[in-house]
């Protein structure tokens, strides 16, 4: 998963079979994880506090080629307006680590909007598969 492809790592609604998936549709999925812990925000969305001690958070890395996808994506996650930050991180897809752009929340912002903290490491165990039909 390396070459001309730049890779994403998504854990929420931009999950295969989640509100957003659309975004990231006909492109190649793996499962993967990244270290971290999930919250959900007042609104209903989730958010990742990265974090290289925390436990693995379930998610999808999703392989792509066009760099204008990123620009569209930081736009639906309100990267501009400092909602979420979109950085490199390590994750990990069949035991080999990568590096893989990450949508991610800072501490201090998801304790100053009142983000509530999840047990859960898989956001698809809180938001089920959206019914399309």
Not at 86 to 102: F, G, S
Not at 112 to 125: E, G, N, P, S
């Amino acid at each position: 998963m390396s070459g001309r492809f730049d890779l994403l790592f998504v854990y929420g609604s931009l999950l295969s079979g989640q509100s957003a998936d659309g975004y990231l549709a006909g492109l190649v999925r793996a499962p993967a994880t990244t270290p971290g812990c999930l919250y959900r925000s007042p609104a209903g969305y989730p958010g990742l506090v990265w974090d290289e001690d925390g436990d693995p958070i379930l998610g999808e890395v999703v392989r792509f080629a066009n760099p204008g996808l990123l620009r569209v994506l930081d736009l639906y996650e309100g990267v501009a307006e400092g909602l979420f930050t979109r950085e490199r991180k390590p994750i990990v897809v069949r035991d080999q680590q990568l590096d893989a752009w990450v949508y991610t929340v800072r501490g201090p912002q998801v304790r100053a909007r009142r983000w509530a903290r999840l047990a859960v490491h898989d956001w698809r165990k809180v938001a089920p598969p959206v019914a399309r039909g």
